[in-house]
């Protein structure tokens, strides 16, 4: 099955600076890689995803990239904010599979004012 | 337009009791998928449902778990004889039906904390 491997597992950055977030996958079939937010307590939330037949998309502050050939991706966040501490989850899929998302394991990421 | 919605949001039950679990999909969303969270660690694929049918249950446990999606009501996630172990945010997240060229995203509930006391 979908392997997703995720790092660093903590990442600390002053405010302002850009932080980057990185995923490689096991199984050349996903084709769907969306990336969660998730606060204390709180639900995963959405916050950018790519499919497979675009290389980057980008929405404001937060930009996705993904390397097919190396079966990789990654998240940048620009100009970061304190409110963007958080733990991130990257995650793939494949639509043949029935679209059940296999999870990197997080990155806790601390925007130190 | 409500999102999924998941209820109770903490559940506490001691060893050996049952635990349910209940999830409404958001509006025209025909898709329920159930994750597992442990304390400190990511989410875990269990069980995949449509309407009246198991998809896909090769991440739930044989024994103790099982899922439904009956016709009408909200999807249900029934842990029998739970454990210490079974101590867990559990997450529902609903997608509409799949476009026939593309995945469709995958939106999440707020959860239900699990406590086996």
């Known amino acids: 099955g979908e392997n997703v491997e995720q790092h660093p597992s903590t990442l600390s950055v002053q405010e302002g600076d850009s932080a980057v977030i990185k995923c490689t996958y096991s199984?050349?079939?996903?084709?769907?890689f969306p990336w969660y937010k998730q606060e204390l307590g709180k639900r995963p939330q959405l916050i950018i995803d790519?499919?497979?037949?675009?290389g980057e998309k980008k929405d404001q502050r937060i930009a996705v990239t993904l390397n097919k050939t190396a079966k990789h991706f990654s998240l940048h966040i620009t100009e970061t904010q304190p409110e963007d501490s958080a733990v991130y989850f990257c995650?793939?899929?494949?639509?043949?599979?029935?679209?059940?998302?296999?999870f990197g394991g997080g990155t806790r990421v601390l925007v130190k004012p | 337009n409500a999102g999924v919605m998941q209820n109770p949001r903490h559940l506490v039950r001691r060893r050996g009791q049952e635990a349910r679990l209940r999830c409404s999909p958001m509006?025209?969303?025909?898709?329920v998928y159930w994750y597992r969270q442990l304390p400190e660690e990511g989410l875990k694929f269990m069980v995949y449902?449509?309407?009246?049918?198991?998809?896909?249950e090769s991440g739930m446990p044989k024994e103790r778990f099982s899922a439904e999606f009956p016709k009408e009501g909200p999807s249900i996630l029934r842990i029998q004889q739970v454990v210490r172990g079974d101590s867990a945010a559990y997450f529902c997240?609903?997608?509409?039906?799949?476009?026939?060229?593309?995945?469709?995203?995958?939106?999440f509930g707020d959860g239900t904390r699990l406590s086996i006391l």
């Open positions: 509006k025209g969303h025909s898709h």
């Open positions: 997240a609903s997608s509409p039906l799949p476009g026939s060229h593309s995945n469709q995203p995958q939106h």
């Open positions: 790519i499919r497979s037949n675009v």
């Open positions: 995650a793939a899929t494949i639509k043949a599979a029935g679209n059940k998302l296999t």
């Open positions: 199984d050349s079939a996903s084709n769907y």
């Open positions: 449902l449509q309407k009246e049918n198991i998809i896909d």
